[in-house]
């Protein structure tokens, strides 16, 4: 069906472009996003999921992806784009409201104003990110609960997933990174990521083509020397010099082997034994 030319599509993608190459990354966006859903088993048919916003790159795609799929019944929930203005200086705070109107999209704009908090709080020098993510967080799971929603669905791709393995490796200690699928500490929403096999380049490319109107986060985009700035310059060499690296390593976060790891918590190394009746040799 998403090999067909059809004008039959939903308004986020009205005006895409014609070309034979935007066409492949639409589609290549579509496989990917379908992908993920269906190899973490992201869907329950008949939930609410609340669509999450910040006005970049990321969240647009995420937004016409998942309005396309169910757009063609391949996506069996209620979808409800959901945009947190944290009260930073300057936001553009009518952008996103009128996007959405107009893309006949159903939405809530919830106002909060965080950013005083993560301001007030956060020592001078150091990063927001900690603070404001888990401010954040705590509002969309109340707003999600609120609408009725039992999912609450992120626009982290897998470039995210990639630069979080290594700030995990480098500055945390453990061998870990952002879950495609996650329930909560409650246990009554899951988060999910649709876009986990999704490379950035291409949320990039889709948002600049579609000519979306993207908001820049200033809050934490104006802090120089961010180890996840750091990760990110590290990750773009490596593919400059050894083009799919990337993906070699992604592919890697899906094929643990417990056995040949370090963590007995994970595989019983105290049990591995010689067989008693070993093989006689010949």
Not at 3 to 28: N, S, V
Not at 247 to 265: E, I, T
């Amino acid at each position: 069906m998403l090999d067909q030319t059809t004008d039959d599509i939903h308004p986020l993608f009205h005006g895409a472009p014609k070309t034979a190459e935007f066409k492949k990354l639409r589609k290549r966006l579509i496989r990917d996003t379908r992908e993920a859903i269906e190899r973490y088993g992201m869907v329950v048919p008949g939930q609410r999921w609340l669509v999450c916003l910040s006005g970049g790159k990321d969240s647009y795609t995420l937004l016409a992806v998942l309005h396309e799929l169910k757009w063609r019944g391949l996506l069996p929930v209620d979808l409800l784009a959901c945009n947190l203005d944290q009260g930073q200086p300057g936001f553009p705070a009518t952008v996103l409201p009128d996007f959405l109107e107009r893309m006949g999209v159903p939405h809530r704009i919830e106002y909060q104003d965080t950013y005083s908090i993560v301001m007030d709080k956060v020592p001078a020098g150091r990063t927001y990110c900690a603070l404001c993510s888990r401010l954040r967080r705590g509002n969309l799971y109340r707003i999600a609960r609120e609408e009725g929603c039992q999912a609450v669905v992120l626009g982290h791709h897998r470039d995210d997933i990639l630069a979080t393995f290594f700030l995990n490796l480098f500055h945390g200690g453990k061998v870990a990174t952002m879950p495609p699928k996650l329930l909560n500490d409650e246990g009554d929403l899951t988060v999910l990521r649709p876009l986990a096999h999704v490379a950035e380049a291409d949320c990039e490319r889709f948002a600049r083509d579609m000519g979306y109107p993207i908001i820049p986060c200033d809050l934490c985009g104006s802090q120089d020397g961010l180890q996840r700035q750091q990760i990110k310059r590290m990750l773009d060499e490596w593919e400059m010099r050894a083009p799919g690296r990337r993906a070699k390593l992604f592919s890697a976060l899906g094929q643990v082997r417990p056995s040949h790891m370090l963590d007995p918590a994970l595989f019983d190394f105290a049990g591995l034994s010689i067989s008693a009746n070993p093989p006689s040799s010949r």
